[in-house]
Structure formats: structure tokens, C-alpha cells
């Protein structure tokens, strides 16, 4: 998963660009990379690290122009070294360009070894490359048409802008998988891949870019790959766990999703316990949620600490297990002697789970129930979020009972399809992840 | 305000300090310090930043030994420069010492000019360097009674840790208003500022360090300065906002005492909202509590951002008052067209209040009534919070209205001071910032 | 100019290739890389600055294998930044592939122009990915073959060294401007740009690779483009200035052929004086041979400084011109009263020798004479040395007189051209700067 | 050995400290420090490294004010650490001060003994701490007299100046055993440790200062501890190997007393051969002074390199003694089938003689005469020079025939003792290193 963002009419571009990709960086924590044309030249930075931690006023008073793109990427195709950051640059025959990419492109290996034996040469591993080999190829005299091209030979789950000296590109995947929402601050127009990004910026949201649809910045020209064969299948994921709780997302507020998933699931899933506490931060809509519907009164019982920094070492037998205790700290006093029902996301390999509840019995816990608001994980995703293969997916080989004999919860119960479905209140998104129906 | 941390017969000593300095983070962003001893030599790392950030774990593997110390820091006495980093290291004859230090020592100026009249030379401009100036001085033998020599000569508010080649020594100011507590870890000792630091580690709490209390980590030896003149007049600021939610202090639960404070606040100051959200993260505890006795609902309407890194500078008029917004986050589908009961846990300056208000208000919030879970902050702490003179306390120069009126909330509450000390159920806690009676 | 080293069959490839680059140091201040191969990974690294200073044990130690590559950079074409360092690195289909190149490929900008608009994607502005992306799109089968099809469309002076998993290819250009030389130190093979980078590690030199010469390290196969076009025509600047006097190229010593030019020039251009000195380092040789046949004693007047660091700004009036006193002392006890006869290799825009003797006028000189062992410099260099354009090089736009005038020496003289080819023993070096001849 | 400088009344006083530090960098290459004061506060810089590489253009804006002192340390005495860096620093009553310091204080460690046993808190493990103690501890109300009052308690080899808010006092031990020099540069006053300094600066010198002498660069008062007792006892090896060739040492030129010795030693030691070579830098001035009377004549057969950098490792068999030759570097076409007459300016332990004897020995050298401008050293230095203990001297444990067997020369001839008496021209030099009559 990456989060991208694209801003043009605005004398401060970089600087928006900067605070919109803080406000992405749930969205990708390894590198962040920002390019600016000022109507001559593109300029770049790019930076392994956070946004806030590595990105300098200076670097964005060098990033001069009114407009500007940028990526926080955390690495899923293409390994994790400093020449895959984006964005991309390439010099065309016909002038520089710059790109950012979130998501994935399918058959990614046979059109690179194509172009590699037709005598391109590639400088990264990232798929987002391809994009620029093919719109270099292109004999079309204009970006416009040569990202045309390039999208017509390509498919998969994507979002992009594309950064020339006078002008910014969006393009989004004709399934409509990866998330892209276009807003407007006075007269600059931003396109971002959460609405929480406009927002930080003071901005309006407009519309959600559609599937399958190209932009220019410049001329609002809506262009449509192939209409007929567009759909609107949106990352389930996006609302259970991976966008911000105060993004709306195709129309709909990532908060009050998961709150409704909370909801829902105390009617599938009660149980008697004192309180009831969320795993932060995805968790405590939910928890919310199910707290009002069963009455269970809701606590803050698990801390998140602010100051991730890096993983700590274990020295020795007595710190076993402490790494989740670094980041997540119970309240003691509010468990303690307490049966307690707990809500999570999700449930991928069920090591978080296993540590959670081995923390809270440690703390002091008399029970403790885990509520799952979404349903048993149990196909990988293609499309760009890092789940692992079906081998480590814990559903995919354990019955619920065995996952909560692993997990040591004294129950465990997850939501079901239908109830997500209803929840979430959209027919079409991709759930491959629940059901194994993928879509490309 | 700092946090400090003591481990003794411990082999990764220098390991555990670091993991319990991340969980003291709160109390000192700027500066990090640590010092072991393997029986022959005292070694030291001190960096600018925060724990996880800046100390690696080369650094831990070179502070070799069974004993170790360590500070978070954030300066109030003192100027804010490399030099004036704990742990302070000296060589005196008879051995060398390293110390950390969290607190103030009273008339500390006057001490030190006669000290400089006499011939000592001060490198920092720290109030620790004057224990280590009296003890150099001290005719005594040995570092405990060259310790207590030295305490007898300086009063004030203050927790202290002393490593020498085989030993640590620890005291507590005799007002009792810095916290300190002990606890072990099988057969190791450990002393720290707050309880969270050592419930990381998977020890146990003993008891609070006594007011006046100085200790030997190796012999279980106990001293009382004076015990008679020893009060117990822990910090209310610690119980308020400064400790963290998962700490137990003088017995007490953080988060049980904010939960009771909210408690308190919602019968004394009830108010007819939609929604109850907190200023987080300090306010989450009390805002659970008033939602409980007002029934108001709790929702999650204000997120705060994990990345906080540098403060951005805001270019141009559009993104005035950006920054607030940049840590805090309005859901805006929580807030829109509600009416919104905001719990914060004080108001100081009140800067940051006027702004979360007008952040609510952006948001949509149609009604925003703020209740404050402490009384009014009138008078400047002398004992080591960082709290401003009396003409920057907006309690002292305005009318509560008045406050309402800069705020621009729709209404406006505190806690009484009974109510607070209710709350707290403490006789004996230093509230100086609220009544003026300074102890010393 | 830059240097280049390969070596191929040695278990410590890299760290032979760092000791020959840190030799080969006079011919480029500005980036060092280097990349090996272990037959299964091409590894690099690159960086700015010197090699003493960048190249760690760590660097030498990750480029593992038994084949190595390496430059130093002075950059001239393309501009200095840090993403023209060499060697550049490319994946081409058939495998991956390090280049450095010490030199200047003629037409550069069409033939780049002509590969961007067929869709070749350049990442650097330099030269030599020129011949990269000409690989790339040759249709052999082999690397020999496509730099062998590559080396066909270009033309220009030029040296180069290309890594691939398995072997080394040398090239270098058929008028043979540039200079490089083949030997071996036990059963390995080594090529480099000057001699001393052979020398340095116990090796042996075998000859220098003949002009329009391509050769694989791994097999002794050579090949001649087109040898009846070939010319010998090394740049006679090598001669007189940018080798390093114990080098040896083409068969001749550096520093003989100096001593021959000072000896030359005593004959042309004698002068009574006191003492004979050089303008340090490459001035030393030349003076060495006038003060043999003129009889004027050699003393050391002027010192270098070995601490080069950056150039140093001058704060106010008083520190005028003291750019080059930094560098560059008199030996005031040696000067002072005395006649003295200056020997410097060459004058090109005329500043250093300008302050030279301003520098020796001040430290008491009686007079100063100003001997250059080389014809006047009157035509730019177009084939990798940065010679700036006709309108600054001081001979073409002034009369000798004028000159000794600018310069403020009491007399001045040349060598003639003719007294120069006598010396070097050559026929056919390059010296258009001195008769504006170009070969290509 | 170290160099240092101070200067006052001059607007870009740090600037010129700088440019001083730079002339003196052979002095000292471990680190560099600095300190200013602009009437009100002192600031300090001080890093490890080279002037030119480590001291920016902002450090010296930083360094405000018109008077500044600054160091390049080679450490003898205290530990090569970071904290021993000087300026050292200090808040004494009265006000702060900086310290810079070459040499050494005799019988250092019981005085230290005796302050610690005093209270007094030592920083660093450097001589030069003991005199801002003993400044502290003076009951005098001012600078000149504390420091008077602390010189009184000391003896030693040392020079050194202290910078107060509006002064500099400097002072020479009253052996004269350091150099210390002063100079003018307009209204301002330079002292450094050698001339060159004053001389880069564009300065004129005064005199030296004289042995226990105490100087204020603001009044120009001069005191003598104790006239009587003072000596001149300049150290012989400032003129052999130490100073820069461009100093004036007690109103000797160094070049010209290297030249002299070179001559005599001709005298003394002739011997048939083609020709003379130097070993650089130092014997450079000796071997012409040595072609001069034998007529043998002097060519450059050994290279300096002027890249140092780090020392590189030597991987393998193939390298050994490879180190030597990284620096140094054998013109072959100069040496080879020639009998030479190498001069060197000493033999300390021997190791250096016997790689040059080598290098040039696999150059093709025929014969290999080694000449060395000075006795044999036989004696430690206890006065600041980083000399060995006698077991590690080789003069101390070999005969003259034994060293030329280590060394493998075809001969080898030293100067006599009151050769090189006659050759300096001075009567009362330290040289306990050739006779080990020492002077404290």
C-alpha cells in the first residue's frame, strides 16, 4: 500500500503536498518522495523515512512551482531499497515527467521482460516503471495520448498521477480497487488517495475519481478507457482496517463503517463481560460501536504509545514477548480481575491476537473474548495490500476453534459475510480476501 | 519535567533502562541519557531526540554491566543545549559518578555562586551539578554520606539517581513532590519516575519512594533525611495530565483518578450534547467518565496523528492555524451538525483550546461546550512542570466568561477545586498552580 | 578527465581497485564508485568526494568477487551531481551490467536524441550511458557483440571498462586520445588510465592498449574495430601536466620527458638568476631539468600544503588574494633579495601564475622570472579536458608582452612548439591546444 | 605536539584563527578547536578532523567578536577522545574562560591528586584542565593574576593562551622548550606557535616570546615569573623534522638550518652516487643542501601523495608493506639501475627507513646510501614530542652497523652531534634526545 497525492494551481504546492503526505502516512511508513515543476523544470526529493522526520522546509522551498505530487510508499512489489522510491523520473523524448503509483499492475514480469528485450533499460523493480517504458514507446506526440497507450496495454488495482513540466496526469484502474478522490482548495485542484489528505489542507472534496478514468489537471478532460467494461470494486480492506477513520471513502465515512461493524457485530457476537476495549487505533470505532449496542460499558484499556521509533531488541528470556508491549500497554487498574471483551480489526496470521490476549492475562484479565469485525481472512491479496500467502493466513488452516486455542482467548467470534456486506453497505467491492473472487 | 530510571543486578541493566525510558517518553522529548557500570568502569551515551529514534542497540551492548541509570529530558532549569544533557559524569577523588535527575532544587543560583567562589567549576548550567559540586566538596568517605551531606545543604522538588563503580544511590526530595516508585524484576531492583516504566519490564511494584527517603540499591539500606520534617505532597499535575493513564502513583490509578475527575465534572457541570469527545490523548479518561454519568454518548471525534515529527511551517494565509490540525484531526461525519460536549483535562495558556474549537467548528460542529476536568490554572509552578508566569495564564488575567469569549465555545466549565481533591481523594497533594500555597 | 581501473581473477579485487583509485586520485577530486562482481551479483558503490575519505573497509568488504571496477571523477560532461556518478548501472536483457568511462564520446547530444525519441528512457546527462542504451538495443547475442555494435556508431576519445556478471570488456577509442594500460600482478589482469595505479599494487605492466583496441579480461581475445583507421595520438596535456610523474605512457616516463622540457627550456630561454624554483607539484620535474643545464641552483621556494579541504573564503581587504597563499607558501629565506627564476608547466587563463608572483613579489623577491616549460595554450580542448573556451585562455587574446604585463613577472618565456616535440619524442601526439589541429 | 594561535583586535578574528590553523596543521591532525568572544559571551567549536575538512564557513560566522584563540591537537598526554578536545572551557567565578594548550606540565598527576582531594571536578584527562583549577582556586581578583598565581604551581614544556570575555593572556614555560611567537597584522596582535601562521595571514612578526613570559594582548604588559631562572632551550627537533620548512624559529629560517645540516652532512658522510633523492617533506631541504656540496646531483625519486585520508587495510600476502607505499611512491624511471643517496632527517624507531630502503629496492634502485640529517636519537622525550621509550628506540638498542643490517642498506651515515650544533648555530637547545640531559 501507497498513499499519492497531486496538487496543481497553487504557489505553495510543495508545502501541501508535505502536509497532505503526513496525513497519508498510515498509508506507507518506509520512504517519501515529492517532485514540483515550477513550468521549466521538475525538481525531486525523495527520502527513505517519515514525512515529518525527513522532510525539510528547505526541501520544499526547493521544490518550487505551482504544482506538485508525491508518495509515501510502504514496498509490496519491488523490494524495499532506496532506488525503488518515488516518484520515478525519466527524461522522454518530448520532455521530463515524474510519477507516483499506489498499487499493483498484473503480469508485471512478462511486459518488463518485453520491454527489456526490445532493448529498454530499467533502473528500479518497481512496476511503476513500466508505465514510463511504455508511454516512452508510445508514438503519440502528447503525454495525454501516451499514457493512453500505456494504459491500454496494462491492467491491475492503481492509482496514479503523473507530474510533466506544465501539467499533472491521474489515471485510476478500471476496476476501481485502489481508492482516489479529486478535491479543490480556492482554485488549485488536489487528487489524493484518502479525503482525510484534503481536508488537513482545508479543501473540498469532489468527487471520487472513477474507475477505469484518466484526468488532466489542466483542462478538466474526463476521459474513459473503456466505460462498458469499468466497475466499481473497491478494497473491502480499505474500510475494515487500512484508511483513516475520518476519510470518506466513495461517499461513505471510513468511522461510521466501522462503527456500523461494531454494531453489527454485538448482535452476531454478544457476550457478558464488565467492559469492553479496542486494540488501537483501527479497533476503537468498532469497539464504539459495539459498546452502544450491547451495553458493555467501553474503557480505554490498551494504550498505544506514541514513540514508535525502531524495533527493539529482546535481551534474554524475561523480555520475551515485550515487543507488543512497547507499543501497546494495558491499563492495568482497568482489567484487572475484569472479564473483558475485546475488539479487533481483523484477524490475518493471529500473532497481534495471541499477543494482545497474552498481555491482557498478564495484566491481570479474569476473561477475555475477542470480537472480530470483519470475517476469517483466508485468500491473499494481488492487489497491493501485504497479506502473506494462504499458508501463513491462520483461517485458511484453523478452524475457529483451533484459532482460539492458539489465540488463548476464552471465546473468540468473528463477523460474518453478510453482516459485513450489510455494514458496509456497498454491493460491489472486492473481497477476494473473505471469499477468494478475484477480480483480474 | 523528566522521567528517570534506575536497574541493579540485572545483566542487560542497560537494555532495560532503554525499554523503560520509551515507556517514560512522555515525561521529556528533547534529550536522552544513559549511563552502566560493569564494576570497573562508568560508560555514557547521551543523544538529542527520542529514545527510539537515537540510542541503538549498540549503544545498549557498549553500556556493559549489571547497573545502569537513565533520563528523559526535558529542560526547565537549564538552557536547552547538548552540554547540559544528563546523565552528568564527574571524576572525584575517591571514584567517578554519573547522575541523573528529574526536578528543581531550591535557590539553586545562590548555592552555586558560592560554590564558584570557592574554586569548584561548573560545566552545565543544570541544578545537578550542584549535588555533584557538594558531594566533591564533602569531607566524608564514602558516596552515601558524601550523598547525604550534600542533600542536607539543598532542599527543593526532586527524584535523583547516583551510579558509582559498584553501587546506585537514589533520593526523593522531602516535600515528596516529584514521584518515585520501586519495584523488582526477579532478583534486580528498579527505581523509577512513573510505575508504567517498570510494568514494561515485567517487574513488580514494591512501594513508593518515601518523601526524604535516600537508598542504596545495593544494601537495602533506608535513611530518612529528617523524617520528621518529611511531608507528602505529591504533584497534582502528575494525576491531572502529566503521568501517563497506565501509571499507579501514591496507590493510585492514573486512569481510574481521570475517569473519576470526568465523573465529578459531568455532575457538577452537566451539559445537553449529542456526542462527548476528548482532547486527546489526556482527555480520553475523563471524557469516558462524563459520558458514563451524563450518558451522553462517547464517540471518537477527534483522532490524533501518530507521526508527529518537526512542527511544519504554514505557508500563507490559507493554511493559518494548520498546525493544531496537523496533530488533530476532526472526524468530520462524527461532529457535523452535532451538538459536542469537549472534554479537555486543563487549560493553561488556552491556546490550544481556542484552537480545537475552532477546528470543531470548521468540522461543522453545529454546538461545542468544553468542560475542563481541573480547576483553573492560576498561579506558575515552581517545581519542575514548565508552566508560564502568571501573565500567560489565562486564568489569572480573565474572567471564566472572558475565557469563553477568546475560546468561542458555546459554554464553558471547570471542575471545582473540591471537587477535584474529591476526586483525586489525596489530602495532601502540592496544587500550588491552583491555590498560590507553594510548600518551599 | 577521470580515472578508470579494472581487475579481473583476484580475490581482492575491490580493495585492488580502491589502492589504484587512490592513485589514479589527481585525475578526478569530484565522486569515486566502484562495482564488482562474484559471478553471480553486481554490487556497487558511489560517492562524492576522495577515495582516502569515502571508500570504507565496509565498502571494499560488501564488493565481493573476484572482478572489480572502479573511477574517479572530474566531471566535464555532465553536469556534478551526484546522479551522473560512476560507474552507472543498468539491467539490459541478457543481464546486468557497470560501466565507468574516462573520456567524451563526439555528437553525443544527436545520438541521444536519436535514441529518446525511439523510446530509450536516460537517467544521467553523462556520455556514457550513451553506450548502454546502444547495447541495450543491439540485437547480438553477447555483450562482446553489442559493444562491439555499440562502439561502431560513436566515435570520440574515450576509455571504458564494463562489469558483467562474468567478465570485463575494455575499450578504448580509435584515434587513442585517451591513455590506458594493461598488466598483471600474478594471474590477475589489470587495466587502468596510468601506470602508477598498476604500480602500486606490485603489478606489472604488460603494454598500453592499442587505439581502437576491445578487449575481454576473461578471454584474451582482441579485436580492432577497424585498424586501419587507427591513429596514435595521445593527448600531449598528459605529457606536460595531468599524469602522474611516475607514471609511464606510451612507452615513456612522465617524469623524464618533464626534466627533458626544463632542460629544453633552459636552452631557449635562459635567465640570469639567483635561484631556480617550481611551481609545485607537477613545475618540480621541468625545474629540476633547467637548474641541470642552466646552472641556476634548484631551491624549494614555493610550498604546497597537504590539507587541501575546501577553498577557504576570504573575510575582508586584508585577506585578499589569499586563496592560493593556502596552497601554495613561499620560502621567505629562500626569496627574499634574490633573483629568482620561476618554473611552471603550463598557463592557461593565467590567474595562478598572476598570483604567484604576486606572492613571491610580496615575500621579498628582487626579481622574478617567469619560464613555462609548454607552447602558449591557445585553443580549447574538446576531448575531455577542462580547458575553458578561446576567450579566456590568456594566449589567444594576448601578445607575450601583454601577458608578462598582466601577470606583473620581469620577464617571460615559452618553449616553442617545436622545442616541445623534441622533447616528448612523440610524432603524433594530440596537441591541438597548442596548433588548434582536432582530430575528429 | 600541538599548534596554537590567538588573536586579537582584529574584526574576523575567528576567520584568521582559521587560516592560521590551517599553516599549522602538521603540528596536530587529530582535531581542531576554536573560541571567540565578542566582549559579552565566549563561543566554542571544536571537532575532530582536519581545519579545512571539519571548520565551516558557518563556524566562523558563528564565532563572533574580535578576539579568538584556536588549537590543532596532536595528543600526547590524555587519552585521544573526544572529550579532551580543546578550547577547554570553564565558569570560574569571576567569569568564563578557554584554554588552549601545546606541551606539557611536569609531574601532572600528583597535582591533580591534590585538587581532586580538594572537591575540584576534573572534565577531560588533559594537563591543561589543571590550570583552570588552579585558576579557580586563586584567591586573586583577576585573570593575570590567577593565572599567575597558577603558573607559580606548575613547571613544564608548554605554551599556552587563555581567552576571557575581553582578554587573552598568554604565557611561555621558562625553559623555552615550546616555541610561541608574535606578530602584527595592523592594529591587531597574532601569537602563534610558529611564524607561518602569521605570515599567511599577511601578518608581520614581532619577536618571539620570551621562556616565562606572561603576556595580555590588551595592555601590552610583559612580566617574567622569575627572570632569573629562566633558559632558551628551544627543542632541537622543531628545526630537524617539526617545524614547517617557511617558519622562523628564534630568528632562524628552518629551511635554511635543514639546508645547513644537509651540507654538513655531505661533509661528514660522502659518498659516491648518481644520484640524491629525498625523503619527503622533511628531507627535502637536507638532500639539497647535501647535492649542493658533493655534487651528487638531486632528482625527485620519491612521490608524496597528497590524498591521505584513512590508513587503508592491506588484504593479503600480495600487500604487504603496501601501506608505505600508499604515500610514498618511487619515480622507477629515476632510481632504477642507479645508485642513490637517500637523506632522511632522523631514524626514530627505524620501520619508516626500511620500507623506503625497500621501495626503492624494488624499484630497480642499484645501491641505497642512507644519509640522516641528525645524530642518532637515543633518549625519550618527556617535553610534548610523541617519541617512544627507549626499549622501542632503535639508536638505544643497536649499533649504527646493527641498524644498517634492519635497515638493509648498502650503507648508512649519520651527523655528529656537534655537527649539527654547528649546523642550528644555537647553544642551548633541549636535545635530551640525542644526549639525555634533560632539562626539568
Known amino acids: 500500500m501507497c498513499g499519492i497525492i497531486a496538487i496543481k494551481n497553487h504557489p505553495d504546492a510543495a508545502e501541501l503536498v508535505r502536509l497532505g503526505l503526513h496525513n497519508l502516512q498510515h498509508r506507507g511508513e518506509e520512504s517519501v518522495g515529492m517532485a514540483s515543476s515550477d513550468g521549466l523544470n521538475i525538481k525531486l526529493v525523495k527520502k527513505m523515512g517519515l514525512v515529518g522526520d525527513v522532510i525539510t522546509d528547505n526541501d520544499c522551498k526547493e521544490l518550487s512551482g505551482n504544482m506538485a505530487i508525491g508518495q509515501v510508499r510502504y514496498s509490496t512489489q519491488g523490494k524495499s531499497i532506496e532506488s525503488n522510491m518515488q516518484p520515478l523520473y525519466a527524461k522522454l523524448y518530448g520532455g521530463e515527467l515524474a510519477i507516483v503509483h499506489n498499487g499493483h499492475i498484473a503480469r508485471a514480469s512478462g511486459i518488463r521482460e518485453k520491454l527489456e528485450k526490445d532493448g529498454s533499460i530499467f533502473q528500479t523493480t518497481t512496476d511503476t516503471e513500466i508505465i514510463l517504458h511504455l508511454m ?56 489524493a488517495s484518502e479525503s482525510c489528505a484534503i481536508d488537513v489542507l482545508g479543501g473540498e472534496i469532489i468527487r471520487d475519481v472513477e474507475p477505469g478514468e484518466q484526468l488532466s489537471l489542466s483542462v478538466p478532460n474526463v476521459y474513459f478507457l473503456n466505460k462498458k467494461q469499468c466497475l466499481n470494486n473497491i478494497c473491502v480492506f480499505e474500510y475494515i482496517y487500512f484508511a483513516r477513520p475520518d476519510s470518506i471513502m466513495e461517499g461513505k465515512s471510513i468511522h461510521s463503517v466501522r462503527m456500523r461493524l461494531g454494531k453489527q457485530l454485538a448482535k452476531e457476537q454478544p457476550v457478558n463481560a464488565d467492559v469492553c476495549i479496542a486494540v488501537p487505533d483501527s479497533g476503537v470505532a468498532s469497539a464504539l460501536g459495539y ?36 507499543k501497546l500497554n494495558p491499563v492495568i487498574s482497568v482489567v484487572q480481575n475484569k472479564s473483558v471483551v475485546v475488539i479487533d480489526d481483523s484477524i490475518v496470521r493471529g500473532n497481534t491476537s495471541r499477543r494482545v490476549v497474552e498481555m491482557l492475562r498478564i495484566a491481570g484479565a479474569r476473561e477475555i473474548h475477542l470480537r472480530v469485525s470483519s470475517p476469517p481472512v483466508k485468500f491473499p491479496c494481488y492487489y497491493g495490500i501485504d497479506t502473506p500467502e494462504e499458508e501463513e493466513l491462520i483461517a485458511s488452516n484453523c478452524s475457529i476453534d483451533d484459532i482460539r486455542e492458539i489465540i488463548k482467548c476464552d471465546s473468540l467470534g468473528y463477523l460474518s459475510y453478510n453482516g459485513m456486506v450489510e455494514a458496509i453497505g456497498l454491493n460491489d467491492c472486492c473481497d477476494a480476501c473473505f471469499n477468494g473472487k478475484y477480480l483480474i
Chains 1, 2, 3, 4 share one sequence.
Not at 516512452?136 to 496495454?153: C, E, G, Y
Not at 492503481?158 to 485510476?172: C, G, H, Q, V
Not at 480505554?300 to 535481551?315: D, E, K, S, V
Open 291 to 326: 459498546s452502544e449496542v450491547s451495553g458493555v460499558p467501553y474503557v480505554n484499556g490498551i494504550l498505544r504509545t506514541h514513540y514508535a521509533g525502531r524495533t527493539f531488541i529482546q535481551p534474554g528470556q524475561i523480555l520475551r514477548n515485550r515487543k507488543i508491549r512497547m
Open 136 to 191: 516512452a514507446k508510445s508514438k503519440k506526440d502528447d503525454n495525454w495520448n501516451k499514457l493512453h497507450d500505456s494504459l491500454k496495454l496494462t491492467s491491475g488495482a492503481y492509482s496514479l498521477a503523473i507530474l510533466s513540466k506544465d501539467d499533472i496526469l491521474i489515471a485510476r484502474d478500471k476496476c476501481g480497487i485502489r481508492p482516489l478522490i479529486i478535491g479543490k482548495i480556492g482554485d488549485a485542484l488536489i487528487v
